[in-house]
Each structure stands twice: as C-alpha cells, then as structure tokens.
C-alpha cells in the first residue's frame, strides 16, 4: 500500500471513520481529518490534524485541499437527507476544488442498498431497502445522486465507490474483497481497513462496488 500520504478525511469521527484514521495513521499516512465536534475524536498522534467544521456550514475548501493527496468522504445526515440531497451538493463543490489543487483520489462510502449507476439492487436488498431500512430511503436516494454525479462528471479523477454492508462494531471477522455479486455484513474495522486499501487501488478507478468477505463469495 501506498504510505506517506496526506488524506482529507470528513466523517473521522463516524464509526466506521474512527477506525479508517486510525488505522491511516498506523500505515504511516497524515490525516487532516474536518470535525464538527473535534472532542468526538478521541485519536491522539502526530500525524493527525483536525479541523473543525462541516459539510453543512461554509468551508474553505482550498485550505483543507492544500497538501491533500486523496480525499475520502464517509458522510451521512439519515434526518437531514430525508428532505434533502446533502452529500451531493457538497461533492459538486469539491470536485472543481480538487481538479485546481491537482488532488486526484477519492473515495465515498456509500450504503450498500444505495444502487449503483445503472444497476438494480438484488430482490433481496430492494426488498430491505423498502422495509426494514425504508427510513434510510433517503440517505440512499443522495448516495445514488453522487455516484451518477461522478460517474458522467467526474471520470478525469480516480474516485471510487466502497457501497459498504456495515452491520456493528467489534473485532474483525476477515478480509472484505471488492464484489459485484454480494455485500456481505460486515463489522466497522473491516469496512475500514477495505477502504484504505481501495483508495489506492488503480484497478477499482471508477467502480460502484460492495464488498465480500472471502469466505462468502
């Protein structure tokens, strides 16, 4: 993997966030991580920088790209995006940022029931999605809203999309893998510790994927 890097990382103090700087900053990368509350994160080191703000409130975007190497976003409103896109919006603010500081790596965590560009989710997941996760429909509905977004406007940068099966926290129960056949449940850790290794794969440039755990498919 990649090491020395400077990564931009909004949601670090989310559960899966927490996990993916730290586990950034055991790999030997810098984070610059943007919280609303920096007291939520908890993370003492050296190599970590936090700016307190958010996606909701004006930001200086050429500041917190300056040195940036990649950018990862792991943002989620579920009561604010029930009325609203929120990570879109914020998204087409950033690009154009990132193409003028010369940033060419991102990343977004999506859910994994939020559907890929013109693909359907299997039976089983649309029928999860419009039940027991239907108050997370629009959560969903904005995480599709980016994909498309950067799949037609976007394709100049290496963005990837980790559409993620995040069930709880706890210890990891193996390595997740890309899939475009299944999504497994997976624990906070593990979705972390894919999405770095993800960031800096060329081969997933431009991919929608879920993530499996080998043992699965």
Known sequence: MTSNQTLLVLGA?????QHFT????????RVRALARNPAKLSLQHDGLE?????ISEPLDLDALLE????????????????DRLVNTPFVQALVPVMRRKGV??????AGGLSAAPG?????????????????YDGQHRDNEAVMRWLDTEARD???VVHRAGIGSDGPSKGELRRSRTWISIA????????????????????TCDGSAYRRER
């Open 22 to 29: 730290r586990l950034a900053l055991d790999a030997g990368h």
């Open 67 to 82: 040195g940036v190497d990649a950018v990862v976003l792991m943002l989620g409103d579920v009561v604010a995006q029930r």
């Open 157 to 159: 940068l290496a963005w």
């Open 187 to 206: 624990t906070f850790v593990d979705c972390a510790a894919y999405s770095l290794r993800l960031l800096f794969d060329d081969d997933a440039a431009h």
């Open 104 to 109: 060419r790596r991102l990343l977004y965590q």
């Open 50 to 54: 936090v700016v307190q703000g958010s």
């Open 119 to 135: 693909k359907r989710l299997m039976p089983v997941l649309r029928l999860v999605r419009a039940t027991i996760a239907r108050s």
């Open 13 to 17: 103090t989310g559960q899966t966030g």
